[in-house]
């Protein structure tokens, strides 16, 4: 309970904390004045690769901190089981479930194809047959006569069957059902898997370390009244920044993990359950 609490009150307050973090930081950089170290190339990239590893590990921390909580989340922990259970339930027919991924492939095919057609006024009948294989436009289709506006509602169709024929999207696959994966732009969208998200965000905050790194490597400080403590103030700075977007960070994926990864695997619970109807009416 406690833990659903601080949950709750991070989920509302968050971006008030973020805004508390900032301020604080912004009037603690009053106390200094920014200028140049004067430092060589060596001693910049040496000061800089320091920052950023420090940086990356204090970020690296908080989105680990960010996956357990969410891992740890009553949501997550019951929706788990629940598709862990439901894999347990097909195993005496996993040996058809691949039968019933081809027939969902085909099936969502046809869907996002009459989607296409019907935009344009046109019906799947007009030009796919029962097995999709793609029929030649009709003679009304493919005659360009009349007004202006006919001529466009023509060019419209062309394109929207043009796009129908050419369609690809990712099959829908065994593993993605019972393990981690999908593929975001997908009729089959399970969202990433915990592995991808890691190394896509990793990707993402490398970039933005290394661009603090060089800030912070280049810019040095120097007290106002020349207190000899002004390093020491500057390197609490680099922390409480990499502290508060390490929060915001730990904060984002346990939201990921609670939300968009736990939908995923509900969307593989649904997918398997049908896959059990399927078999009892096949």
């Known amino acids: 309970m406690k833990r659903n609490a ?7 307050n968050a971006g008030y904390y973020a805004v508390v973090l900032i301020s604080l930081i ?9 200028s140049k170290t004067g430092k060589s190339v060596y001693e910049i990239i040496g000061t800089g690769f320091l920052s950023l590893v420090v940086g990356s590990l204090i970020n690296g921390a908080f989105r680990t901190m960010g996956i357990r909580r969410g891992e740890e989340d009553e949501r997550t922990v019951s929706t788990i089981a629940l598709h862990s259970s439901a894999v347990e339930e097909i195993v005496p027919y996993i040996d058809r479930l691949d039968e019933y991924c081809e027939n969902e492939n085909k099936n969502a095919i046809k869907r996002v194809r009459a989607k ?22 009709s003679r009304q289709l493919s005659v360009v006569s009349g007004q202006k506006e006919v001529k466009k509602r023509h060019r419209q169709r062309k394109k929207a069957y043009k796009q129908a024929v050419n369609l690809k999207i990712k099959r829908l696959l065994a593993s993605d059902l019972t393990s981690d994966g999908g593929d975001y732009n997908n009729p089959f969208d399970f969202g990433k898997s915990k592995g991808e998200y890691t ?6 905050d490398m970039l933005t370390r290394i661009i603090m790194a060089i800030i912070f490597g280049y810019f040095g400080v120097t007290l106002v009244s020349e ?48 896959f059990k109807l399927y078999v009892e009416k096949h």
Do not use: P
């Open 26 to 34: 912004y009037v603690a950089s009053s106390l200094v004045l920014i």
């Open 116 to 137: 296409i057609l019907a935009k344009a006024g046109l019906k799947y009948e007009e030009c796919f047959d029962e097995n999709g294989i793609a029929k030649e436009l």
């Open 199 to 204: 190394k896509a965000r990793s990707t993402t």
């Open 227 to 274: 207190i000899n403590f002004a390093t020491i103030i500057w390197n609490c700075l680099q922390i409480i920044m990499y502290i508060t977007g390490g929060v915001i960070g730990m904060y984002s994926t346990y939201m990921w993990i609670v939300d968009d990864y736990r939908q995923g695997v509900i969307k593989k619970i649904d997918h398997l359950q049908k």
């Open 6 to 12: 601080f949950s709750e009150n991070l989920y509302k």
